[in-house]
């Protein structure tokens, strides 16, 4: 896939499809999945290293979990988000941020927001590196926004969010991630602009569909916001395999002599 292949599925009423990895091993079977692209998100932080929110992503973690899901995932469109405040330190600094994610292997770079950030998405759209927008719930500014909570969820916001979404746009980036918006907010939206959205929590009348891994494979079962669904019990799985390998290592009947060395 490439970012025409995006605009063309948008353009042809095809729904594009998206997930998060942070690995090699995941990254490697979703090499073999229907998946459209994969998004290296800052969710890392949270996913995988158990802060309570992505304030804690850095350009060297990005830059890591990045390399191993490029080694995996060889054939997928990957898109690496621009961890909390790298972005906003001026030109030399976003693209230094820039340029380590994608010399990790990123095809693209995400970035949060766009207020003051016009000529910052132009100018790494005009030194080559397609960016994907990030609009709605924008987890990096939870605090600012007094927390996790749904945003355009009344005429005025939705208003907001359509001429943020055009302003993205205007900026040259390839798509939009909508995140935790009402769905009528996300349906204007996607009208309004020509770029694809990809919806997180934004309802189905959104051009794509994106879900964190671990809430797609049910490794996250503490946080079920309204919008994940599960779509494997991934805990009960792991648990009972793991339960079953100490139960017949205890039992001694693992290993059987198949499984040693003469
Ligand atoms: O960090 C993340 O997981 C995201 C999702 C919206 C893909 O940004």
């Known amino acids: 896939m490439n970012v025409f292949q995006f605009q063309a599925m948008k ?58 899901v490029a080694r995996g995932a060889t054939d997928k469109f990957i898109v690496g ?15 230094h941020c820039v340029e380590r994610l994608m010399r990790a292997g990123a095809h693209a770079v995400k970035l949060e927001g766009i207020d003051g950030l016009e000529d910052i998405v132009k100018h790494t759209v005009d030194s080559g590196v397609p960016v994907m927008g990030h609009l709605g719930l924008t987890p990096q500014s939870v605090h600012a926004l007094g927390g996790m909570k749904v945003q355009a969820r009344d005429e005025d916001a939705s208003a907001l969010l359509a001429d943020r979404a055009k302003r993205v746009e205007d900026a040259g980036a390839f798509s939009v991630v909508l995140e935790c918006v009402s769905a009528t907010a996300a349906r204007r939206v996607t009208e309004e602009v020509s770029i694809p959205t990809i919806g997180i929590g934004a309802g189905k009348h959104t051009d794509g569909q994106v879900l964190v891994l671990h809430d797609i494979l049910g490794f996250n079962t503490d946080f079920k916001p309204k919008f994940v669904r599960n779509f494997a019990g991934g805990e009960e799985f792991v648990l009972d395999a793991v339960n079953r390998f100490a139960q017949e290592a205890r039992a001694g009947t693992f290993p059987a002599k198949a499984e040693t060395y003469s």
């Open 81 to 95: 988000d621009m961890p909390f405040l790298s972005f906003r330190k001026g030109l030399s600094e976003t693209m």
């Open 11 to 68: 353009n042809e009423g095809r729904i594009i499809t998206a997930t998060t990895a942070y690995d090699y091993w995941s990254a490697k079977i979703l090499n073999d999945s229907e998946i459209d692209m994969i998004i290296v998100g800052d969710s890392v932080a949270m996913v995988v290293h158990g802060h309570p929110n992505t304030l804690a992503a850095t350009t060297a973690m990005m830059e890591m979990h990045i390399a191993a």
